[in-house]
Structure formats: C-alpha cells, structure tokens
C-alpha cells in the first residue's frame, strides 16, 4: 500500500520525479499480488497521471486486476479504465472485464466515473455497446450531475464508438441541448466533432 500512496501522493502533487516513479514500477511488479483494488487502481492512475512510461507495471497491474474487479468500486474501476487509456496501454481482457463489471455497478457510478469510464472505451477503440447503451440510461435520469466536461467526454465517447443511432444516446444528445449555453470550450469542440 505503501508504493500505491507514495506514487499517488507525488502524482496528484504534479511532482516530476522519474526516477522515484521508476524505482516503485520495479518494486510494485514484485510485490504486485499484495495489492489491495484500490493500490492497484491508484498505482495506475498515478503513472497515467505523471505520465510515466511503465508497461511492465501496467501489464502486471491488468494480469492482477482482472480477477479482483469484483472488488473494484465504481471509482476504481473508472480509475482504472482512464488510467489505462491515459497511458495507451492496451489491455482488451481488461477492458472486457471492466465492461462486465461496471454493467451490474452502474447505479453507483457518479457522473465522473459515468464519463470516465466512457472516454477510456472510446479512447482505446473498445467495443462494448451494452455498456455504452447503459451509460447513456443512466446519465440521461442523472443528466444534472454532469459538469460541461463530463458531458463533452461523453458526446466525443458516442461519437468515437459510433453509438448515435442509439435510442438512448439520442435521447441524451437531445438533454445536452437544453444545457448547451454551460458547455466550456473543450465540451462544444467536442460537441462539433458529434454533429
């Protein structure tokens, strides 16, 4: 638990310490089996988010974490997902397994692990239309929730995934309409590569 805090402490502090980040990949594969869902989680979200190159720790942190999903909470599973994607680390089975996982969990997702999760999908070219149509139900009863980023993530997420003949995703295209004069930037450059 130590590696996972200590690798997410200077990554959420902005830190640039390569070196640092490289000796805790070289630790965490050896220890890797030790990790608790929310160590493993953290671990790749730091590296993704310090935008360190670790292939072999992502590969460990996949092999690991496809039996423990169970587990997972929404948050480290949508962690999980983003960081992967992040870092460009294919890991189909994963992502298979993260699908299966997050479908059951939906209801607990909040609106940031409901666009996470999406963007990591589409940003890994991963087909999983269930999934995409049940993210779209939920964030459409939840659609208050979602900050303009949220819901620029997830327009570009339908967008990518081809999913816009979806009676669901329609339906919510048609709230982020009524929402449109809060959208930032990002959230309508996004919105544009939709229509």
Not at 52 to 75: H, K, M
Request: aromatic share 12%; hydrophobic share 55%; glycine share 6%.
């Amino acid at each position: 638990q130590a590696l996972a805090n200590t690798a997410w402490a200077f990554a959420s502090a902005g830190v640039k310490v390569p070196e640092l980040f490289d000796a805790i990949a070289v630790a965490a594969i050896s220890r890797i089996g030790d990790f608790s869902s929310q160590g493993l989680a953290n671990t790749a979200w730091a590296f993704a988010t310090a935008g360190v190159t670790a292939p072999e720790l992502f590969d460990a942190i996949a092999v690991t974490a496809i039996p423990q999903l169970g587990e997972f909470d929404s948050q480290n599973l949508a962690n999980t997902a983003w960081a992967f994607a992040t870092a460009g680390v294919k890991a189909p089975q994963l992502f298979d397994a993260v699908a299966a996982t997050a479908l059951p969990q939906l209801g607990g997702f909040n609106s940031q692990n409901l666009s996470n999760t999406l963007w990591a999908f589409a940003a890994e070219s991963v087909k999983a239309p269930e999934l995409f149509d049940a993210i779209a139900a939920t964030a459409l009863s939840r659609l208050g929730e979602f900050n303009s980023q949220g819901l620029g993530n997830m327009t570009w997420a339908f967008a990518c995934a081809g999913c816009i003949s979806s009676d669901q995703v329609a339906a919510l295209f048609d709230c982020v309409i009524d929402v449109f004069s809060t959208l930032n930037a990002l959230a309508l450059s996004q919105l544009y590569q939709f229509w």
